[in-house]
């Protein structure tokens, strides 16, 4: 893992993360055999959107060929996809509906309430179907993640069974329990469907993209604290030989203690 790279605004995170996606995308579908696809697992939640504005308009939209792209989800909640808290939804008006990718190339993850099944029945469904689906394509190029101030990646919360799969590539994340104590993410009310930590190891590059104050101190403790899994799942997050980024804006890196001298980056070298 390289050291983190940091960026001085969410605005400028933004297109440095856009740049990166763009970077593994043209790794993945570069070099010879016409039939390169590049293959990438989306984060949801709020702090990645811009950067998939940013993919879906010139000049980066054009920087991809998106009839050779395959979108993945890094986790979904188990709403119906017009539902404001779905993780499809977000992908999909950031980035899906302005850019040319062949609609059999989004391979989102369906588990709301269908067939008369709902809850643990759906999720669990769905996290079977979604690893059938990814045996189809794996390894993945890039998983792009990001942070709860909880310690959370995708849907792998502090202390919950997730974290301890070491086989399935898919799991099924029940509601937090009433009471369990405060949670960094809002929707732990819902059954969620997540990539495992195994999975997501065995991607070309992962990518977490962190923004904001708030998320300073949890950065600090996964980045430089002692390893402590259960309480910071995204520490599992460690690639076997693919490539490991932290792309966070000047707030979320504020307490790291090794700052990185101005970021590793060519934007930040130009202040
Ligand atoms: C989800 C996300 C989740 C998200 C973090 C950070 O479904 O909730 O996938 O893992 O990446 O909670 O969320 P923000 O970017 O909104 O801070």
């Known amino acids: 893992m390289g050291p983190p790279e940091v960026y001085p605004d969410h605005e400028s995170l933004s297109r440095a993360a856009a740049g990166a996606i763009v970077e593994e995308g043209g790794r993945a579908m570069g070099g010879s055999g016409a039939d390169r696809r590049f293959t990438m697992a989306l984060a949801g939640g709020s702090t990645p959107r811009r950067a998939y504005e940013l993919l879906a308009v010139t000049p980066l939209a054009e920087a991809l060929d998106w009839r050779r792209v395959h979108v993945f989800w890094s986790d979904e909640r188990c709403v119906d996809p017009a539902d404001a808290r779905s993780n499809e939804r977000m992908v999909r008006e950031a980035l899906l509906d302005r850019v040319a990718i062949p609609a059999e190339q989004v391979h989102a993850v369906r588990c709301a309430a269908q067939d008369g099944l709902q809850g643990k029945d759906c999720a669990e469904r769905a996290a079977v179907a979604y690893e059938a689906t990814l045996r189809r394509f794996f390894p993945l190029d890039l998983v792009v993640l990001g942070l709860g101030d909880d310690g959370h990646t995708a849907s792998l919360f502090p202390s919950s069974a997730a974290l301890a799969e070491e086989s399935r590539w898919v799991a099924a994340v029940p509601p937090a329990a009433a009471g369990t104590g405060p ?89």
Do not use: M, Y
């Not at 929707?187 to 998320?215: E, H, M």
């Not at 300073?216 to 403790?221: I, K, L, Q, T």
């Not at 002692?226 to 693919?242: H, V, W």
């Open 183 to 271: 949670h960094g993410t809002a929707n732990r009310d819902l059954w969620r469907v997540t990539l495992t930590a195994p999975f997501i190891n065995t991607a070309a590059c992962v990518l977490f993209v962190v923004s904001g104050a708030a998320k300073a101190a949890v950065v600090r403790d996964v980045l430089e604290g002692p390893a402590d899994t259960r309480r910071l799942p995204a520490q599992l997050i460690r690639l076997r030989g693919g490539r490991l980024r932290w792309l966070l804006d000047k707030d979320a890196a504020a307490l790291l203690a090794a700052r990185p001298e101005g970021g590793r980056t060519r934007e930040t070298a130009a202040l």
